[in-house]
């Protein structure tokens, strides 16, 4: 056994390329050894800007022997009648390099063929690394490359050097104009200059004494304990934001936090501004006092030691301090105008070019928004709603947007606010983006919820109509987001709404396009499809779930408490009545031709059953209403006795016609009452 590295040495990559690569990196290192047949023990990575490296212990030193059976052409083709090979079993032999005396014959799939028995040596690993090196490195991609020179090969940043070691063997792998060896290198500025790295297991090592911390989780947890060092030395807490710390670990070889501040004049503006301007412009992280008051000073990471420290910070503040002012100007100038003045503006911004400008947008989000006060009970709120749709999307032309699109909505909610707009109306503004992602919060006012709605609703429609539905993993336009968000929001609002009837609603916005019938069975389908993921990420049974969608039912509260109830009465002693007595119904009611009743020709047992099918009927449709869909299974479970008393008194398939019919329409009325909580055929039984 010996231990294999692999280093890939470039100019800095984007901090956003590196995990996907080195993943990729490694998961094509791993697959070809296995392919191999070699085996190997624990598999290290690590990355920084300039390299990617994989670490492999105890890789096996030569491929296991093995013995190795290759299938050739039936027998009845491969020997003539009297048992002599004919031309096709001759070439087979011929392929493998074999005499007639390798050959056995085995049965495969019903018919006897001709195999061949080989031994094949295990070659030695050392041999085998070399192009199955230089083949993954030549494949290995990123989101977007570039040539340079005169190379073919494109990489996402230039390829300058490669460590290849086994043992302390170098691997002659040759990509491009790069030949490997065992010279890596530090820090740009720290080191002292080329690191030669004797064997694999030095690797870490060596590179940390020149300055370069390679593995990745080790930055991340050191560069969050000097943070949370300088933010207690400087009585301010930050908050944890894996996502900018990741991307900071893979911007840095050698991180060195440092503590930098701005005027307090620009406390003036908004902390969001502040906060979006410092972590997504200049990747520091924001401190806070004690009670969560943005504080006039930021943390940054530094790549490299803490010498001449001070300077980095002064040239910090400095790059910083422009940012804020430039921020600062934004917002003081988008004051000067209402929101309201922005709406002209709004019809020169594209929504989508066949539906409009964002101006067609607002005008259709009013509308949308007075039928959504009716439909979901909010009348009361009609005129805070409107206002809330007529200024939701005004921020969108303001500066503070275009320079930080991230900020819509929530610049909508401070610029409100500021010019007198009534709270509602302004947390309205903000909360009609959310759900924004999955998990993300749904609004909170009636104004959120209505505009929200009315805004995904109408983006669904809009591009429903127009045929762009997405289909397996491709969503260009965020519509499963979309759908989500709708999904989302009837559920935590518990609104007793049909989808369907929405999407009629908001289809009544457009005139062109037009939502056919088909786009708007799709478009609930899409919706209720979307509640399925929900319900599954959430434990709920596959079988139940969609047991539950089946029922003619779009309400998503209703669905809700459809599946709750079944999955819970799965548990209980009582199921097992309620299947049998639904398959026994079931099974024969599918024969029903026509729903009458010629009730002159009922015989007793015919009267009885008929009976007892408008009592359940009686019993369940409140339960219904009151969604007590407990109550509904319970019943139906019980009726089982009807069930089996109404099969053992008569034969329903009798010979005469009516009385058959008759049987046969009973058994469908019952039916419609077996699927009041869903399709109970979908269900998997416990047994």
């Avoid at 520091?284 to 943005?294: I, Q």
Wanted: aromatic fraction near 8%; include cysteine.
């Amino acid at each position: 056994m010996q231990d294999f590295l692999l280093e890939l040495g470039f100019e800095e990559l984007p901090a956003r390329f590196i995990d996907s690569a080195l993943k990729q990196l490694s998961e094509a290192i791993t697959s070809r050894l296995t392919q191999e047949r070699l085996s190997f023990g624990e598999v290290r990575l690590f990355s920084t800007p300039r390299r990617l490296a994989v670490l492999i212990e105890g890789l096996q030193e030569k491929q296991d022997d093995m013995v190795e059976e290759i299938k050739g052409p039936p027998v009845s083709i491969a020997r003539d009648a009297e048992g002599n090979l004919t031309k096709a079993g001759l070439g087979f032999l011929r392929s493998q390099q074999v005499d007639e005396q390798a050959i056995i014959v085995k049965s495969f799939q019903g018919g006897e063929y001709l195999y061949v028995r080989k031994e094949v040596q295990g070659q030695e690993t050392y041999a085998l690394l070399k192009p199955v090196l230089e083949d993954i490195i030549a494949h290995l991609g990123f989101p977007k490359n570039m040539r340079w020179g005169d190379y073919d090969l494109r990489y996402a940043r230039p390829l300058r050097w490669i460590v290849a070691l086994f043992g302390t063997r170098v691997i002659p792998v040759e990509v491009g104009p790069i030949k490997a060896g065992q010279v890596s290198f530090g820090h740009r500025q720290l080191s002292a200059g080329p690191i030669t790295i004797e064997q694999p297991s030095d690797y870490p090592a060596a590179l940390k004494e020149n300055y370069v911390i390679a593995d990745t989780e080790e930055r991340v947890t050191d560069i969050w304990q000097q943070i949370q060092r300088l933010a207690q030395e400087h009585q301010a807490t930050v908050q944890e934001d894996q996502r900018l710390l990741k991307e900071v670990a893979n911007l840095v070889e050698y991180p060195t936090a440092f503590v930098g501040e701005f005027s307090k004049q620009f406390l003036d503006v908004p902390s969001e501004v502040l906060i979006t301007s410092m972590k997504e412009h200049q990747r520091y992280f924001p401190l806070h006092d004690s009670e969560g008051r943005l504080k006039a000073c930021f943390i940054g990471v530094r790549n490299g030691a803490d010498n001449h420290l001070d300077l980095v910070v002064k040239g910090n503040e400095k790059v910083l301090a422009a940012r804020l002012a430039d921020a600062k100007f934004f917002y003081d100038e988008d004051l000067r105008t209402e929101l309201a003045d922005h709406l002209p503006r709004l019809d020169q911004v594209v929504f989508q070019e066949k539906l409009g400008t964002m101006g067609d947008k607002v005008r259709r989000l009013e509308k949308l928004t007075a039928a959504l006060t009716e439909l979901l009970g909010h009348a009361e709120h009609l005129d805070t709603a409107l206002r809330t749709a007529r200024l939701a999307k005004c921020d969108l032309v303001t500066q503070m947007v275009y320079e930080f699109p991230e900020l819509q909505g929530v610049m909508g909610e401070k610029y409100a606010l500021a010019q007198g707009e009534e709270a509602a109306v302004a947390a309205g503004i903000r909360e009609h983006y959310m759900p924004r992602f999955a998990g993300d919060a749904v609004p909170t006012t009636i104004e959120g919820t209505l505009v929200s709605l009315a805004d995904k609703l109408d983006t669904l429609v809009g591009y429903f109509a127009l045929g762009k539905i997405p289909t397996g993993s491709q969503d260009p336009f965020a519509l499963r987001r979309q759908a989500q968000g709708v999904v989302q929001i009837l559920r935590q609002g518990g609104y007793l709404v049909s989808i369907e009837k929405l999407v009629g609603t908001a289809a009544e916005g457009y005139s062109d396009p037009n939502l056919g019938e088909d786009q708007a069975a799709a478009l609930v389908k899409f919706l209720l499809a979307r509640l399925r993921v929900t319900l599954l990420e959430q434990g709920y049974s596959y079988d139940i779930v969609d047991a539950a969608l089946a029922s003619d039912d779009d309400q998503i509260p209703s669905l809700l408490n459809r599946v709750r109830a079944l999955s819970d009465f799965r548990e209980g002693e009582l199921f097992e009545d309620l299947i049998i007595g639904f398959e026994r119904v079931a099974n024969l009611a599918a024969k029903a031709e026509v729903d009458t009743l010629e009730k002159d020709a009922f015989l007793p047992a015919d009267a009885e059953f008929h009976t007892s099918v408008q009592e359940l009927e009686k019993t369940c449709l409140p339960l219904v209403e009151q969604g007590d869909f407990q109550g509904v299974l319970q019943q139906l479970a019980g009726f089982r006795r009807q069930v089996d008393r109404f099969f053992d008194q008569v034969m329903i398939m009798d010979e005469d016609p009516v009385v058959r019919s008759n049987r046969l329409a009973l058994l469908k009325q019952a039916l419609k009452l077996y699927r009041l909580c869903g399709d109970l055929r979908l269900v998997v039984s416990n047994k």
